[in-house]
């Protein structure tokens, strides 16, 4: 099978990337040395081509019914157009079929951007259950996503659009979208520093791209954006949490919303699994001896057997890090299986990062 490619594909291999296959998708994975890529964002400025993931209109009278019912978190809380929230969307066992962000346009109008590995079967998903309240559902083929990310970033950003829309975008909230110069442009992201993620048509996304390049702001690829993420506690879809796990076993119950006279899909599982007791509990790990912590290793501790869900060696701390899944209950001294010998790791609160510094802990 063919790969897809994204609108900026030409533009990463005149850059010089490392392409490779991502979930169907030829991205590329660094254009030089990822932990300079790494160091970059967390620094400075870098940006990421997140193309890849699909924009989808949501628009009908009974639009915020079908999201209410949809999601696991509430949308509720979404009044204020341009106002984001980060959801699982669950099956019957509450088990997590994607974690996405949707927007809030107007009672008529959400949009939702979910991952690229699970695009096809989130919109028929979605689509499946929209036919119910008669929700058209669109997918938006006609934009493009990037990603600017780091301390510097927003002002970076800010510096290239109309000078009359400028106040407006700095003072956007975080979790918060705005529109400027046919830019939908969220004050979002998936690296744990402050940045914009800004979804355009796609005949600007080049020429935006290289104006970001022109005041400074550095290409970063998958490799980098794995890292930083990885740092910053958040979660990778289809490795930390998939439809066999819960968002309660995967350390994502605070985005539940188990408000009073919603249902929503997977609601009943998750109750259920709340009053007989969380089974797996997911831990942050942090390897202070020689060794990279990579997912799939074994894991020894008190209350079981487990593995590493996600594992990588932290540019910012220098040393790796990982999530891991272990029975409930108290861990007491946790070892990873490493090449045929078992090394003591230690446990940690996550995240492991913030505003670009060692938390307090790790």
């Not at 099978?1 to 998708?25: C, I, K, N, Q, Y």
């Not at 096809?120 to 083929?141: G, Q, Y």
Request: hydrophobic residues 45%; glycine residues 10%; proline residues 4%.
């Amino acid at each position: 099978m063919s790969l897809a490619f994204t609108p900026l594909h030409a533009l990463h291999r005149e850059l010089g990337a490392r392409m490779v296959d991502f979930g169907g998708w030829e991205m590329p994975l660094n254009y030089g040395s990822q932990i300079e890529e790494h160091h970059t964002v967390r620094r400075a400025a870098g940006m990421f081509d997140v193309s890849h993931m699909a924009v989808v209109d949501l628009q009908g009278t009974a639009v915020r019914m079908l999201l209410r019912y949809l999601l696991a978190n509430s949308v509720d809380k979404l009044r204020a157009p341009g106002k984001a929230l980060y959801s699982c969307m669950l099956n019957q066992k509450g088990g997590v079929i994607d974690d996405l962000i949707t927007y809030f346009l107007d009672e008529q109008h959400f949009r939702m951007v979910v991952n690229a590995a699970t695009r096809d079967h989130d919109l028929a998903w979605i689509r499946a259950h929209a036919a119910d309240f008669e929700v058209e559902v669109t997918e938006r083929k006609d934009l493009a996503m990037i990603a600017v990310q780091g301390p510097q970033a927003r002002e970076r950003v800010i510096a290239l659009l109309p000078e009359a829309d400028r106040a407006c975008v700095e003072a956007a909230s975080r979790f918060t979208a705005v529109a400027s110069d046919g830019l939908f442009i969220a004050r979002t992201g998936y690296t744990g520093e402050d940045g914009f993620e800004i979804v355009l048509p796609v005949a600007r996304a080049e020429p935006f791209w290289r104006q970001l390049l022109d005041v400074g702001v550095r290409p970063a690829g998958l490799g980098a954006r794995d890292t930083l993420r990885l740092e910053a506690g958040m979660n990778l879809y289809g490795q930390d949490m998939d439809e066999d796990s819960t968002p309660l076993e995967a350390g994502l119950a605070w985005t539940v919303a188990f408000d009073e006279g919603r249902d929503f899909i997977g609601r009943g599982a998750l109750e259920q699994q709340r009053s007989s007791g969380v089974p797996r509990q997911m831990l942050g790990l942090v390897l202070d001896q020689k060794g990279v912590l990579r997912h799939g290793q074994q894991i020894d501790a008190m209350c079981g057997k487990g593995e590493i869900l996600s594992g990588s060696f932290a540019p910012t701390l220098g040393k790796s890090i990982a999530f891991a899944r272990l029975p409930a209950g108290d861990p007491g001294e946790v070892r990873v299986q490493i090449r045929g010998r078992f090394l003591t790791v230690r446990v940690v609160n996550y995240p492991f990062v913030r505003a670009g510094k060692p938390a307090a802990g790790v």
